[in-house]
């Protein structure tokens, strides 16, 4: 049965067709919030237990084993947030944390104890006035990026507010949207919202989440052209997950979709330590040779940055596998294949 509004309990799980037996499962809503939407309710094929649509959003009993090395603020937001909704971990730019609710609820999700109806909730008036206030005061910021939770749940009129206000401060160059919306629930993205996402002085771009090739749909490939069409500049987020696109062939054929639909392939990220997340994650090396498989397989315009966020709050490290060693000046080169080459030292 394919649900015709959103699904944000077990027992509306149930009545959907999307979970057979709830055993256990009110113990998983107790601690991570469920949301599905219809368009990605249709998506789930319910009679398949490897289904990676279901993987992605149908809570399981994996949920509530949580490992030693996983943390409940596994990239450490709270180390670098100076005032409420800002994350300040690198020079140039900001995360401004407006909202902490989702259209949906990533089961490998790595804010998953911050998100959520029993979350952060949304940034009052007062704090989000000192948010903004902060970024007016540093001017080492040329970026904004709007995260949270989903940036996109808000109305247009109150990104439109929130535009305007970054609009105002004249060393903000770039703003960001990092979003699942347009695959989640395209049907948001209108006009309006598209209008709301600019402002005079700055460039908007937008991170497009979407880790498997289901999830281009006709809708959102229509959300994503309207972004596109309206000068909107898009990238790619996507995760590296177990059940879900830890094959070259998916990982492929996604950052294909991506391209064909004007979104250029940003980061694949590796999986972070979130509780409750270890049966999603891969090793280094997997992901290493998957996307070492991708450079000969597929266009560079298709090729994503292999990143893993290094636990604790130290930043963004890139892990794509080294093809390339030596020392005094000799080199062994190492190609797609996994055959090894000569490079002769420059004199």
């Not at 808000?154 to 960001?176: C, N, Y």
Request: charged share 20%; proline share 7%; hydrophobic share 40%.
């Amino acid at each position: 049965m394919t649900a015709h509004r959103p699904i944000k309990s077990v027992a509306e799980l149930v009545a959907s067709g999307l979970v057979s037996d709830a055993t256990g499962l009110g113990a998983v809503a107790a601690k991570y919030a469920i949301g599905i939407t219809p368009a990605v309710a249709a998506l789930i094929d319910p009679t398949n237990p490897d289904d990676p649509m279901a993987h992605q959003f149908v809570p399981t009993l994996a949920e509530l084993v949580t490992t030693p090395d996983e943390r409940a603020d596994p990239i450490g937001d709270l180390t670098h947030s100076p005032v409420e909704g800002i994350v300040h971990r690198y020079p140039d730019r900001v995360l401004l944390k407006a909202v902490h609710v989702c259209p949906v609820y990533c089961r490998f999700c790595f804010r998953r104890e911050m998100v959520g109806p029993q979350g952060l909730g949304t940034l009052t008036g007062v704090e989000l006035d000192a948010a903004i206030a902060y970024i007016a005061e540093h001017d080492e910021i040329w970026e904004v990026i709007l995260t949270g939770g989903d940036p996109l749940v808000l109305s247009p009129r109150r990104l439109m507010q929130i535009m305007q206000r970054l609009a105002g401060i004249e060393h903000v160059k770039i703003v960001r949207f990092h979003t699942r919306v347009p695959v989640v629930e395209p049907e948001r993205v209108d006009a309006d919202m598209v209008a709301a996402l600019k402002a005079s002085g700055k460039t908007t771009y937008l991170a497009v989440h979407a880790n498997h090739p289901r999830e281009f749909t006709p809708e959102s490939r229509r959300a994503i052209a309207l972004l596109a069409d309206s000068g909107v500049a898009l990238i790619s987020q996507s995760v590296l997950l177990k059940g879900v696109n830890n094959d070259v062939e998916t990982l492929a054929a996604l950052m294909k979709l991506f391209v064909e639909n004007r979104v250029q392939p940003y980061y694949l990220h590796h999986p972070d330590l979130a509780p409750g997340t270890s049966h999603f994650r891969v090793s280094i090396d997997e992901g290493q040779a998957l996307v070492t498989a991708l450079r000969g397989r597929i266009s560079g315009l298709a090729q994503p940055t292999y990143i893993l966020d290094i636990p604790g709050g130290h930043g963004k490290a890139e892990i794509g596998a080294s093809v390339i060693s030596g020392s005094d000046g000799c080199f062994t080169v190492r190609d797609w294949q996994g055959v090894t080459h000569q490079y002769p030292p420059k004199d």
